[in-house]
């Protein structure tokens, strides 16, 4: 364990604040799903109305119970969400990459945000108002049905989320949340499936619903398998094949 986390397979990451260039901006814009039917004059004339706001590892970008007003995405770096529960305690519901959208708007079906978000690393983040978000909606109805898609898909994803949370065991739960996150930022190298940030086993553990020492077991058994290889700020996924038939397994 010692020798993994002193060989790490990947270069460090450094994120600044205000990162966010025009070229950047247009290729995140045009890779979310409420603009995937226009074309780059469309997504080059909503640019100016996305906000441009840097944030330090730690700030928080809003408040779960706030007034819903803004609608953002991840341009550079990681933000996390955060969802507290009776007891007082912080619950992380996901970590969020460039490219993912997060917040809510009336719209949405939602006046208030349900979480808190916050930033993982250094990041850029894009963030458009209600008013200007429903402008895009009167001028463009392709975005409108998208819209609908994406809400469906959402609540989709939540209730396979609930199902998972209280049928699977927890080796499962575990080996799903990392195939979700290698697919969402892996980068495939000869080491395997590799997946570069700051991922604590406790962060692992409030993302499931789960104790750490419960987390921590099972990634090393994982690591005794030979499925993973981890260290201080990165996992490699060796066999993916098999922890795929990990994530499938049923209590």
């Known amino acids: 364990m010692s020798d993994d986390r002193r060989t790490t397979p990947l270069e460090p990451e450094a994120i600044e604040p205000q990162m966010c260039s025009v070229d950047l901006r247009l290729q995140i814009l045009h890779g979310l799903p409420f603009f995937a039917g226009l074309s780059h004059e469309d997504v080059a004339a909503i640019n100016p109305l996305f906000r441009e706001m840097g944030f330090e590892a730690g700030a928080r970008i809003y408040f779960a119970g706030d007034n819903a007003t803004r609608l953002y995405v991840v341009a550079t770096g990681k933000v996390k969400l955060i969802r507290h529960t009776l007891d007082g305690q912080e619950r992380v519901l996901d970590l969020l990459m460039p490219g993912d959208f997060f917040g809510t708007l009336p719209v949405m079906g939602e006046t208030t945000y349900p979480d808190t978000a916050q930033a993982h690393t250094f990041c850029c983040v894009l963030s458009i108002s209600a008013q200007d978000f429903q402008t895009i909606l009167a001028r463009y109805p392709a975005v409108s049905l998208s ?105």
């Open 147 to 251: 819209l609908l898609e994406i809400v469906s898909d959402r609540l989709r994803a939540a209730r396979e989320l609930l199902h998972e949370s209280t049928a699977a065991p927890v080796e499962s739960r575990i080996a799903s949340l990392l195939l979700r996150l290698a697919e969402r930022a892996g980068e495939e190298r000869d080491e395997g499936w590799l997946i570069q940030m700051p991922l604590a086993r406790q962060d692992i553990a409030d993302m499931l619903g789960i104790t750490v020492e419960t987390a921590s077991r099972a990634l090393s058994q994982f690591r005794k398998d030979g499925v993973i290889r981890s260290g201080r700020r990165w996992i490699a996924i060796v066999d993916r094949d098999r922890l795929a038939a990990i994530a499938r397994q049923t209590a």
